[in-house]
């Protein structure tokens, strides 16, 4: 069993930048893959970002490939998303997710354990 938590989320303007962090527990976390999704109001959650066991391989989503960046620290059982350049459009519940799969995965169901989710909202 993983238990993950989400935070860092807010409000922050147009253009403006935030850190999600997601801190696992529970079991070892190198062992999981990691993934960001996220899910605005009257939509399915979508995939964002999804990093390798050590952090060598990323993935993102084309919608937030030149702004958006995944990275882990093993040592301190925690994935971040670092996002740039936020729009209106990113406003949505954000949630981390990690699974026992591939390296590389996209699809929820390839996910085993998620976080509650954190709030972002971006102001026009």
């Known amino acids: 069993q993983v238990q993950l938590v989400e935070s860092g989320g807010g409000l922050v303007q147009a253009g403006g930048s935030l850190r999600l962090s997601c801190a696992a527990s529970g079991s070892t976390f190198s062992n999981y893959v990691m993934g960001w999704f996220r899910q605005a109001p009257g939509k399915e959650r979508e995939f964002l970002a999804t990093i390798s066991r050590v952090g060598y391989n990323r993935e993102y989503a084309d919608s937030v490939k030149a702004r958006f960046t995944i990275s882990r620290d093993n040592a301190k059982n925690t994935v971040y998303l670092q996002m740039n350049s936020l729009k209106p459009e990113d406003t949505a519940v954000y949630y981390c997710?990690?699974?026992?799969?591939?390296?590389?995965?996209?699809?929820?169901?390839?996910?085993?354990?998620w976080g509650q989710g954190t709030q972002v909202t971006v102001s026009s």
């Open positions: 997710a990690a699974g026992s799969g591939p390296q590389g995965s996209r699809r929820l169901s390839q996910y085993n354990y």
